[in-house]
Nanobody, 124 residues
Framework: QVQLVESGGGLVQAGGSLRVSCAAS????????MGWFCQAPGKEREFVAA????????YYADSVKGRFTISTDNAKNTVYLQMNSLKPEDTAVYYC?????????????????WGQGTQVIVSS
């Protein structure tokens, strides 16, 4: 059974940093694309970043380029999203997703598995 479990969310002041993690289990994910999406209250789920398990290719939403970094730890089967220079508008539930392919990184419907989400709140 595939499981994606996010952790690391919390409350942080604007300008601060936070790292969220996604622990993947239940199958071999080496051929999967791993993505992070966020959803703020009353808004649709939005693409944040994606990465191949090898780490060779990364993709970012324009709104987070230069501030967020996605990475993988293959030994731990974990995907990270390092979030720096956080803004109040980054406040959302952050979801991890895995797609077998073919996957358009920013297209949520292309992903096959989703985690339960972790809340990030950025105070002004």
């Amino acid at each position: 059974q595939v499981q994606l479990v996010e952790s690391g969310g919390g409350l942080v002041q604007a300008g601060g940093s936070l790292r969220v993690s996604c622990a993947a289990s239940g199958r071999t994910f080496s051929s999967y694309l791993m993505g992070w999406f966020c959803q703020a209250p009353g808004k649709e789920r939005e693409f944040v970043a994606a990465i191949t398990w090898s780490g060779g290719r990364t993709y970012y939403a324009d709104s987070v380029k230069g501030r967020f970094t996605i990475s993988t730890d293959n030994a731990k089967n974990t995907v990270y999203l390092q979030m720096n220079s956080l803004k109040p508008e980054d406040t959302a539930v952050y979801y991890c997703a895995a797609g077998r392919g073919p996957v358009v990184p920013s297209r949520s419907r292309d992903y096959d598995y989703w985690g339960q989400g972790t809340q990030v709140i950025v105070s002004s």
